[in-house]
DNA sequence: TAATTTATCCCCCTTATAGGGGATTGTGCA
DNA sequence: TGCACAATCCCCTATAAGGGGGATAAATTA
């Protein structure tokens, strides 16, 4: 059983090559070539690819915008992206969106294979500059964070709250009194522009403030 | 002005010829060599290295824990793992660490070089099965999580749930009686095995349950 | 030294929430 | 046809939580 492939590309020469290319494989086949994505929609529904390679630059509609229709048809899905210049926040963009890696144009035909193969095997064949983007956002995810001026009793009642904890339990875990905790928590809350500790749990581990 | 490299690697023999390959490349310079990461903080603090070459195997202390130190003296100091078997496992806690990047003890001294620019330039070396975990936990596509056989009805009272909005609120944004809305709210506090709403918050954002 | 902040505690009052029932309607499946 | 289930609504009761006060001792800062 071959792999089903789909391909956005708008340049029509390299469309072809590439469909030609992917059809000599023994593990591939085209199964849609297309100019733009304006239709994306519809022929993922209606062909039901395993792989689709979608090129970044493409007249009208973005190929990035397909990534979120495509994966919404199916997850399973897998994107792999395909661009002519390698530029970081396009391509970080796609990976946002959930693309499963990229090549770049000017990869060998040897090696576009075996990009598509590293896609099927669950990789995500990316440059380390784009690698280290994605490694970045995502622990050091916004540095650029409000300061709640919370002081460091507060910090540790917000912690205890954060985890669901009632007002009497976190009171008896800091050996305070029920009064002094409600007292604490009546500061985080203005402090946070919150007004009951719901919101203050949402607000928290929504925007990842860290305590 | 060369690149100072600290390394951390138990092995003796291997130590020693990684300190003699780097020291004679030109951009890079060698100063500190250590068998364990015990004193990483000492010897960091002392050193000031701009790039450290970790091993994750050692005895005593794992690599992977001496990360977390290192950056807490400085952010800036790169860190690129060194092991010899590509345990997907550890390359990744490496990299939720902190790590900047990893590398097999079988590459080629060209390679490691070209490694060790790559991270100075703000790359990040890794393979594709790597980065796609990554990717994975970046955009918290966490499949193997729990399902709570949640109804459509109650997935949407909890999306509000979570945004910390009342009870009251709500029902009146699902049009529905303040108590059927309760009644949902019950039986979403039954499944998730948890006693109220904040529980059901901190649940939900903590282990990011997809709704 | 005086003012401010922090952490601690207490009161009253109101509203929100949780837990325990129970009831009705419609839908889909066996 | 009947059953299970989802979704809707209602009642009662007790507790939890929030808002508004105020007070004190200790530490910090101006």
Redesign the pocket.
């Known amino acids: 059983m071959k792999i089903k492939l789909v391909i956005f590309e708008d340049n029509h020469q390299l469309r072809k090559s590439l469909e030609i290319l992917l059809n000599t494989s023994e593990s591939y086949v085209v199964i849609g070539n297309f100019p733009h994505v304006s239709k994306a929609k519809e022929i993922i529904l209606d062909l039901r690819p395993h792989l689709v390679i979608l090129d970044i630059d493409m007249p009208g509609k973005d190929g990035i915008t397909a990534i979120p229709v495509i994966k919404e048809i199916d997850p399973e899905i897998f994107i792999l992206m395909y661009t002519q210049f390698e530029d970081d926040e396009k391509i970080f963009r796609s990976l946002c969106a959930g693309a499963d890696g990229y090549i770049l144009k000017k990869t060998s035909p040897l090696k576009l294979i075996l990009a598509l193969d590293e896609v099927r095997k669950g990789g995500a064949p990316m440059s380390p500059a784009i690698a280290r983007k994605v490694l970045a956002s995502f622990h050091t995810s916004v540095k650029d964070k409000i300061n709640y ?1 919370l ?4 910090t540790e009642v917000l912690k205890y709250l954060i985890k669901g904890c ?3 339990y976190i ?1 008896s875990e ?7 905790c ?5 500061n985080i ?1 203005t402090k946070l522009h919150v ?4 919101e ?1 749990i949402a607000k928290v581990l929504a925007e990842k403030i860290e305590l």
Chains 1, 2 share one sequence.
């Open positions: 001026n002081t460091s009793r507060e009632s007002v009497k009171a800091l050996y305070i009194a029920y009064e002094t409600r007292s604490h928590l009546k809350y007004n009951c500790g719901k203050a």
